[in-house]
């Protein structure tokens, strides 16, 4: 009796414990469906939160890179055009004397007769101005364009008479090359025309004299493109 009555007790209490860890089972099981559905919805909205914050980070390190150059471009644009300004009333305000300058070197760097005219230019101006005199502005900017126009035709003939043809022409040891100041930089070959040859036996005033030509006339050009921009002062 004692074993039949265990044994009926031990089965009831199975019987009875099975549904109940089979409910609780099923409790936890709903329980953690919940919690996932909650998470997969949670989850895509933080996922956007964050891909938000993401993105208005990107563009505020965008727009502040940006701000940045264009601050930077501007502060440079601003410094070269009062680069350009100071440069340009320097030259205004000391043309005069970088152009009697130059005339000066140009006319006795190589004497002869084209560089005379730079000469007697340079000794007219000095001299008018010891004696105290001033020069009109509109006098002196039509004296800077006919030096203009006269070291232009100058410097077209230094470079015509490099080719072989004016060479030919007049010979470099010439009388007329001489005298009108021609000198030939570079020699002619007819074997091998495509080659450049140094006249050796020039010296370093006839290679420096075309470049003092170049920057006269470079000066000259300056100057009147910023007479025509502003009124003549009288």
Not at 172 to 197: E, H
Request: hydrophobic share 50%; net charge negative.
């Amino acid at each position: 009796m004692f074993i039949a009555s265990l044994s009926i007790w031990l089965l009831c209490r199975n019987m009875f414990q099975k549904p109940v860890t089979e409910d609780a089972a099923q409790c936890n099981m709903q329980f953690e469906n919940e919690e996932m559905a909650v998470r997969e919805k949670l989850e895509p909205d933080d996922a956007l939160i964050y891909e938000d914050d993401l993105d208005d980070e990107d563009c505020g390190e965008a727009e502040f890179e940006e701000t940045m150059k264009l601050k930077l471009l501007r502060r440079i644009a601003f410094l070269a055009s009062k680069l350009r300004e100071f440069i340009g009333h320097m030259i205004i305000t000391t043309g005069k004397v970088v152009v009697t300058i130059l005339l000066g070197s140009a006319g006795m760097m190589v004497p002869s007769l084209t560089s005379a005219v730079y000469f007697f230019v340079f000794l007219g101006l000095c001299t008018w101005w010891s004696c105290c005199q001033v020069f009109d502005p509109l006098i002196f900017s039509c004296l800077c364009v006919l030096m203009a126009i006269f070291s232009a035709g100058h410097l077209i003939g230094l470079y015509l008479y490099q080719l072989q043809f004016f060479q030919e022409v007049v010979p470099p040891k010439d009388f007329y090359a001489r005298l009108f100041g021609v000198t030939s930089l570079t020699q002619t070959n007819c074997s091998s025309t495509w080659m450049i040859i140094k006249n050796h036996e020039l010296h370093w005033y006839h290679h420096a004299n075309p470049i003092l030509l170049l920057v006269m006339y470079y000066t000259l050009a300056t100057l009147i493109r910023l007479w025509l921009q502003e009124p003549i002062v009288r």
